[in-house]
């Protein structure tokens, strides 16, 4: 697991008060209910939208937060 800066984490603090419970998963045409896979939040954070490209890239900071929990 990678470990990240201080800079890194309080952005990541802050951002946390801004997200938008299940934009992303609406985004992928995705049930709520369901998990997004890793390959789904790699392609948001790799998105040409700057909304997006920042959801995925949250995404797949806190998928490392679980311990990579939902990839079996």
Not at 5 to 20: G, P, Q, T, V
Request: no cysteine; net charge positive.
């Amino acid at each position: 697991m990678a470990e990240h800066s201080a800079k890194e984490k309080a952005h990541f603090a802050r951002s946390m008060h801004k997200l938008h419970a299940g934009a992303l998963h609406r985004h992928f045409g995705v049930a709520e209910d369901k998990p997004l896979t890793m390959e789904q939040k790699n392609e948001a954070a790799n998105s040409p939208n700057p909304h997006v490209r920042a959801m995925g890239k949250m995404a797949v900071a806190m998928h490392e937060w679980k311990g990579q929990a939902g990839s079996k």
